[in-house]
C-alpha cells in the first residue's frame, strides 16, 4: 500500500502562486510516475501534470508556462508550483502516483482545495 499526503492549498487572489506538496509513504517501489490533477464539481478530473521516474514532465495546455511540476526523489515528494493563478483554476488538486510491474496499480490524495478569487 501506498500513501499520499498533500499540503499547500488555500485561497489566493489571481495573479498570486500557491506551492502544492505530496509526500508518499509505504510501499513506493517501482514508481513509473507522480502527479497532478484537479476536479471541480460536475466536471470530469483531469490532469495537470505529471513526472515520469526519469524526470520527464507533461503539462496540460491550460497550465503551461504557469505551473511547473517537481519531484524530490530522496523525500519521495512531488510538488506543484502554480504561479499566474486565474480563477478558472479554482478545483480540488489531487495527487497521484502509479506503480510499474509487478504491482500495475495507482494511489490518490485525498485531495487539497485551491481557491483563486479577489
Known amino acids: 500500500q501506498v500513501q499520499l499526503v498533500e499540503s499547500g492549498g488555500g485561497l489566493v487572489q489571481p495573479g498570486g502562486s500557491l506551492r502544492l506538496s505530496c509526500a508518499a509513504s509505504g510501499s513506493i517501489f517501482r514508481i513509473n510516475a507522480m502527479g497532478w490533477y484537479r476536479q471541480v464539481p460536475g466536471r470530469e478530473r483531469e490532469l495537470v501534470a505529471r513526472v515520469s521516474n526519469g524526470g520527464s514532465t507533461n503539462y496540460a495546455d491550460f497550465v503551461k508556462g504557469r505551473f511547473t511540476i517537481s519531484r524530490d526523489n530522496a523525500k519521495n515528494t512531488v510538488y506543484l508550483q502554480m504561479d499566474s493563478l486565474k480563477p478558472e483554476d479554482t478545483a480540488v488538486y489531487y495527487c497521484?502516483?502509479?506503480?510499474?510491474?509487478?504491482?500495475?496499480?495507482?494511489?490518490w490524495g485525498q485531495g487539497t482545495q485551491v481557491t483563486v478569487s479577489s
Open positions: 497521484y502516483l502509479v506503480r510499474g510491474y509487478p504491482y500495475n496499480d495507482d494511489y
